[in-house]
């Protein structure tokens, strides 16, 4: 079992920065992929970027190309997701999922872990 807890999030206007944290417990996150969701009222869950558990590969939505930036800390148990240039359309829930040795997919489905998630709030 691997328990996940978000932080960082909270309200910043836009073209402003924050990061994201996603400590683990109960395992070792060194065996695991790593990945962030955003789920904005009325919409469904999206990706938003992804690490394998290696941390030799990562990927991201997009929407956000150029803009965050997700690593690891497998020292720290941690994997972050930095994020540059809010946009409001940034607002979300953010989750951060775990799939063991997983590539860091896009897809929900192959994480078997998740947080309870951080509110990210940007206002023009």
């Known amino acids: 079992q691997v328990q996940l807890v978000e932080s960082g999030g909270g309200q910043v206007q836009a073209g402003g920065s924050l990061r994201l944290s996603c400590a683990a417990s109960?395992?070792?996150?060194?065996?695991?992929?790593m990945g962030w969701f955003r789920q904005a009222p009325g919409k469904e869950r999206e990706f938003v970027a992804g690490?394998?558990?290696?941390?030799?590969?990562?990927n991201s939505a997009d929407s956000v190309k150029g803009r965050f930036t997700i690593s690891r800390d497998d020292a720290k148990n941690t994997v972050y997701l930095q994020m540059n240039n809010l946009k409001s359309e940034d607002t979300a829930v953010y989750y951060c999922?775990?799939?063991?040795?997983?590539?860091?997919?896009?897809?929900?489905?192959?994480?078997?872990?998740w947080g309870q998630g951080t509110q990210v709030t940007v206002s023009s």
């Open positions: 690490i394998s558990w290696s941390g030799g590969s990562t």
């Open positions: 109960g395992r070792t996150v060194g065996r695991y992929a």
């Open positions: 999922a775990a799939d063991r040795y997983g590539s860091g997919s896009g897809s929900a489905l192959t994480y078997g872990y």
